[in-house]
């Protein structure tokens, strides 16, 4: 249920972002926001319905959110122009991208199964503990 609450709330901030179209701090984390929100989703989505890719789930959540952004800068920038403009939101989606996929990843949808490279699976594990 947590993690479920943490991707609703991700995305209801990067609802509330106002969006401007210049190269401000704002303007840039809300492409890092969105990078995180749509990375964190899609990966969410592979692991779900797709769990024989569970394995590589953190790399197709990137992938696609990175090759989607830069599929919509590149129409912009042929429609409008600015380069400079278009590669810093590129840039800033990208990273946000990295951060949600990982995180979704590693600490959302733990543990996982994985191919050993030595044959065999490993599973793993994640321990809390309330001080």
């Given at each position: 249920m947590?993690?479920y ?6 995305m ?5 972002l ?11 984390m809300?492409?890092?926001v969105?990078g ?24 197709i ?14 129409v912009?920038?042929?429609?409008h122009?600015?380069?400079r403009g ?8 990208i ?21 050993s490279?030595r044959g065999?699976?490993?599973?793993g ?7």
């Amino acid at each position: 249920m947590k993690k479920y609450s943490l991707l609703i709330g991700s995305m209801l901030l990067a609802t509330q972002l106002q969006v401007k179209a210049n190269e401000s701090f704002n303007s840039e984390m809300s492409h890092v926001v969105g990078g995180v929100v749509m990375a964190g989703g899609i990966t969410a989505i592979v692991d779900h319905y797709y769990p024989e890719y569970a394995e590589n789930r953190g790399m197709i959540g990137f992938g696609i959110s990175s090759a989607s952004i830069i599929l919509a800068e590149y129409v912009e920038f042929a429609l409008h122009g600015d380069a400079r403009g278009q590669l810093l939101d590129t840039a800033s989606h990208i990273a946000g991208s990295a951060f949600g996929a990982f995180v979704t990843d590693k600490y959302i949808l733990s543990p996982v199964i994985k191919n050993s490279p030595r044959g065999g699976k490993s599973v793993g594990l994640k321990i809390e503990h309330s001080f």
